[in-house]
């Protein structure tokens, strides 16, 4: 029973494509996130979503488009894709202030 | 802006050997988590410290945190081969704690 879902775990796509990486989460968790970690492991907060409301956009292209359709779901949406956006993006949730995150297990993306 | 800063970045260490990293971050917060990455892998929770002076332990690893110095650190006792991995440590910040991350400590114990 996973936690915290992430599909696809790979995804290779070319330049200027469009694509989606989608994200649930099994635990009742109120607020769901979108991490990026780039090539040298470093990583930066995306988006948060709270009970469907978008609250944390940080500083994204806006071809970056974050959707959630319900509190479990929170998908990403990327939108003519370049070179730069090859990371690994995890998706996140948590249950109340301050408690821990569970994170899903990543998507590794390449852009060729 | 805050800031976190872990060191050391790398570390190499012998099996059995004790050592700990450093996690310092700039401005105030009272919610302070460790991590571990393996190769490849997601991001597993170690640790949650909600307050000053708080201590917690689990099999060879231990945490801290000071928040009027604003340092955590994370003790290895007897290192094992098995507790090589990256370790982050990140700091929560505004009403809805979006972690700010150090850059990571990628720790190798040596046989």
């Known amino acids: 029973d996973t936690a915290v879902s992430q599909t696809p775990k790979y995804l290779v796509t070319q330049m200027g494509n469009d694509k989606s990486i989608k994200c649930e989460q099994n635990l009742g968790h109120d607020t769901m996130y979108w991490y990026k970690q780039d090539s040298k492991k470093f990583l930066k907060i995306m988006f948060s979503?709270?009970?469907?409301?978008?609250?944390i956009n940080e500083t994204v292209p806006n071809r970056f488009s974050p959707k959630s359709p319900d509190k479990a779901h929170l998908n990403l949406h990327i939108n003519s894709l370049e070179l730069g956006d090859s990371a690994v993006y995890f998706c996140?949730?948590?249950?109340?202030?301050?408690?821990?995150?569970?994170f899903g297990s990543g998507t590794r993306l390449t852009v060729v | 802006e805050l800031k976190v800063e872990q060191n050391p970045l790398f570390l190499s260490m012998q099996e059995g050997k004790n050592y700990t990293i450093y996690c310092n971050y700039s401005t105030t917060s009272d919610r302070l988590y460790w991590y571990r990455q393996d190769p490849g892998k997601s991001l597993e929770s170690l640790f949650v410290l909600l307050s000053n002076g708080a201590v917690k332990q689990e099999g060879r690893l231990m945490a801290s945190l000071d928040t009027k110095a604003r340092l955590s650190t994370l003790h290895i006792t007897a290192a094992v081969h098995d507790l090589s991995a990256t370790y982050f440590c990140a700091v929560g910040r505004g009403s809805n704690y979006q972690l700010i991350w150090g850059a990571g400590t990628k720790l190798i114990i040596k046989p």
């Open positions: 996140a949730s948590r249950q109340e202030q301050g408690s821990g995150y569970t």
């Open positions: 979503y709270n009970n469907k409301e978008l609250i």
